[in-house]
C-alpha cells in the first residue's frame, strides 16, 4: 500500500519560504502521481501541485503559480514542496497523496483523481 511521511512545516513570516518533503516507502509501483494538497480551517482541500514519476510536474493551482515547485528526487524518493513568497492565506494544513497509475492513464492525474494513499500532513502558517 504504501506510507507517506511529511515534514518540513512550521510557521513563517509573509514572504518567507519553506520546503516540505513527503518521504514515499513501501510503494513500488512503476507508474505512480504523487500531489500535495491543502485545508485551511473551514475550507475544501484544494489540490496545490502534481508530479508524475520521473518528475514532470503537471499541475499547479493559480493559486500557486510561480510561488511553489513540486519535485521528486528518485534516489531519495521523496517529494518536496518548495514555498516562496508565502502568503497569510498559504496557512494550512499540507498533505501528500499518491495513487499508483498506468503509463497510459498517468496524464490523466488531477486532483480529482481517487487518491489511494495520504500521509498525516504538516501545519504550515504563515503571518503578516
Known amino acids: 500500500q504504501g506510507r507517506l511521511v511529511e515534514s518540513g512545516g512550521g510557521s513563517v513570516q509573509a514572504g518567507g519560504s519553506l520546503r516540505l518533503s513527503c518521504a514515499v516507502s513501501g510503494y513500488t509501483y512503476s507508474h505512480y502521481c504523487m500531489g500535495w494538497f491543502r485545508q485551511a480551517p473551514g475550507k475544501e482541500r484544494e489540490g496545490v501541485a502534481l508530479?508524475?514519476?520521473?518528475?514532470?510536474?503537471?499541475y499547479y493551482a493559480d493559486s500557486v503559480k510561480g510561488r511553489f515547485t513540486i519535485s521528486h528526487d528518485n534516489a531519495k524518493n521523496t517529494v518536496y514542496l518548495q514555498m516562496n513568497s508565502l502568503k497569510p492565506e498559504d496557512t494550512a494544513m499540507y498533505f501528500c497523496a499518491a495513487e499508483p497509475m498506468t503509463y497510459g492513464t498517468i496524464w490523466s492525474c488531477s486532483p480529482e483523481t481517487k487518491w489511494s494513499v495520504w500521509g498525516q500532513g504538516t501545519q504550515v502558517t504563515v503571518s503578516s
Open positions: 508530479i508524475i514519476t520521473g518528475g514532470e510536474s503537471i
